[in-house]
């Protein structure tokens, strides 16, 4: 499966995440028939959610859709590397797979971090290939962070 497309799909919630004044990250999941089945973008701020990062919101699209908690099959696109609660979520959810764009070397928890999939006690680790787009998902972050510091 060419990967890129997905990930564009990603890059165009995030932007639409921006708009809205959140961080912008965008999600999308796909089944293995290449169907998209979730995407959203971050909204901890616009509905009052500390746990609405795109990755979660996006599961909890998919589960409810498909009337069960276990989301196996699946690929995740994110633009930006997943947090420990992220992970933590996609590990649950059981995701088979997980690509995403842009590291994350403070709050990311799959290559930096606690590189949560790697634990002992992770009960689930999904394929990860991460960098896809890496620039084009970095620059939407860092050209967001410095309109909010002008």
Do not use: W
């Amino acid at each position: 499966m060419n990967d890129e497309p997905y990930m564009r799909l990603a890059i165009q919630e995030a932007k639409s995440a921006a708009r809205r004044g959140e961080v912008p990250v965008g999600a999308v999941l796909v089944n293995a028939s290449g169907e998209v089945v979730a995407k959203t973008g971050n909204a901890p701020i616009s509905i009052c959610d500390p746990t609405a990062h795109a990755e979660v919101l996006a599961l909890r699209d998919a589960a409810y859709g498909s009337g069960n908690y276990r989301l196996g099959g699946l690929t995740l696109y994110v633009t930006l590397e997943p947090c420990t609660m992220c992970a933590g979520a996609i590990s649950n959810a059981r995701i088979s797979r997980v690509v995403f764009g842009a590291p994350d070397a403070k709050g990311g928890a799959v290559e930096n971090g606690v590189r949560f999939f790697e634990q002992p006690t992770c009960h689930h680790k999904p394929d990860v290939t991460g960098g896809v787009l890496a620039q084009d998902c970095a620059d939407i972050l860092k050209n967001f962070f410095r309109a909010r510091r002008k």
